[in-house]
C-alpha cells in the first residue's frame, strides 16, 4: 500500500528532554491525524522551562522563565511536488533554548509568539511576529552584555524586520533596527543597524574604554 492510502490517529503518549538546560515536555497526550501525506495537529501544546500543564477548568500555574508554544495547522508532505505547510506557533517561548544554538552566546527571557509557516517544507515562508520583552543576551568574546531587550521581531514573507527594538549594551543605550532576507530559514540579505551610546567595551582584551558606536 502507498503512503496516499494511509488513514487514522497517531498519539504520543509521553515526550520530554532537556535542550541547553531547559526542560521541554508535552502537557498532555499530542494527538495528530493522518490522511494520506497530509498530517493535521489535532493537540499539540509544550511546555518550556517547568510551566505546569493546563487541565481543563483548572487555573494554569507557571514557574518563572517558563513557557507554553500551542502547534495548530496541517502538513502535506506526500506527494512530494505538492509538499506543503499550513502550520501556526502561538504561546510564550523560554529563550534560553536559542543558546543550544549559539554555544558562544548565552540568551535569556521570554518571547510572545505568534508565527505563521507556510510555503514548501525545503523553502518554508514565515508570517507574524515575535515580541520580546526583558530579554537578556550574554556575547562571550568580545564581551558584551545586552539587557532588558524589547520590541518586535515581525515575519513578512521572505523578510524579517526588527522593529522599535531597544535596550542596554553593557551599561549603555542601545537600540536595533533593520532586517534581512531570508531563503526558506536563511537568511541571505539585509542589514541591521546597532547603535550604542555609553557602552562599556573591553576591547582588545584588557583594555577599558567607553564607546558611542553606530554598527551596521
Known amino acids: 500500500a502507498s503512503i496516499d492510502g494511509i488513514k487514522g490517529q497517531l498519539t504520543l503518549d509521553e515526550a520530554n528532554f532537556i535542550v541547553a538546560g531547559v526542560p521541554i515536555t508535552q502537557t498532555r497526550p499530542s494527538r495528530f491525524a493522518i490522511d ?29 522563565g517558563g513557557g507554553e508554544l500551542t502547534l495548530t495547522g496541517a502538513a502535506r508532505f506526500f506527494p512530494s511536488d505538492k509538499a506543503t505547510l499550513d502550520l501556526t506557533l502561538k504561546g510564550d517561548a523560554d529563550l534560553r533554548i536559542l543558546s543550544a544554538f549559539a554555544p558562544t552566546v548565552a540568551v535569556d527571557g521570554l518571547a510572545k509568539v505568534n508565527v505563521g509557516i507556510a510555503g514548501p517544507p525545503s523553502a518554508p515562508i514565515f508570517s507574524g511576529r515575535v515580541d520580546v520583552a526583558g530579554a537578556e543576551v550574554l556575547i562571550r568574546e568580545p564581551r558584551i552584555v545586552l539587557g532588558d531587550l524589547k520590541g518586535t521581531i515581525a515575519f513578512d514573507g521572505r523578510r ?9 549594551a553593557n ?22 543597524t546597532m547603535q550604542m551610546q555609553g557602552a562599556a567595551l573591553e576591547y582588545p582584551r584588557g583594555l577599558q574604554s567607553e564607546s558611542d558606536a553606530l554598527l551596521i
Open 36 to 64: 494520506g501525506g497530509t498530517v493535521t495537529m489535532q493537540d499539540v501544546v509544550w511546555s518550556f522551562g517547568g510551566f505546569a500543564a493546563a487541565v481543563a477548568g483548572t487555573a494554569q500555574a507557571g514557574i518563572p
Open 160 to 168: 524579517v524586520l526588527f522593529d522599535s527594538f531597544t535596550g542596554t
Open 171 to 192: 551599561g549603555g543605550a542601545l537600540v536595533l533596527d533593520g532586517g534581512f532576507l531570508l531563503a526558506g530559514a536563511r537568511p541571505v540579505g539585509g542589514a541591521l
